[in-house]
């Protein structure tokens, strides 16, 4: 059983800065593809970002190319997600998930997920 618990949001202005992380219990984990979700009020979630087990390959949603980063910590156990220049469009709840299956944009791909934090960005 893998348990993903997600922490570092909060509130921010326009044009800050946050960093996400996600850490995971489970001995198989650093094999796991990763991603990062958001919700936001009224809408469905969506995928933000992606990370291979090994740390080499990575894939992000237009909207936060060139802003957000998605990093494994050397023990490939914890993932971090970090976020430049936010918008008040980037306000919502962000999940970590984790699939056994290949990296990928799908949410229903994932097997594992934590209980999301909440990310605020005023203007």
């Known amino acids: 059983q893998v348990q993903v618990v997600e922490s570092g949001g909060g509130s921010v202005q326009s044009g800050g800065s946050l960093r996400l992380s996600c850490a995971a219990s489970g001995r198989t984990f650093r094999l796991y593809n990763m991603g990062w979700f958001r919700q936001a009020p009224g809408k469905e979630r969506e995928f933000v970002a992606g990370i291979g087990w090994d740390g080499d390959s990575t894939y992000y949603a237009d909207s936060v190319k060139g802003r957000f980063t998605i990093s494994r910590g050397n023990a490939k156990n914890t993932v971090f997600l970090q976020m430049n220049s936010l918008k008040p469009e980037d306000t919502a709840v962000y999940y970590c998930?984790?699939?056994?299956?290949?990296?990928?944009?799908?949410?229903?791909?994932?097997?594992?997920w934590g209980q999301g934090t909440q990310v605020t960005v005023s203007s």
């Open positions: 998930a984790a699939t056994t299956g290949r990296l990928q944009v799908d949410e229903s791909g994932y097997n594992y």
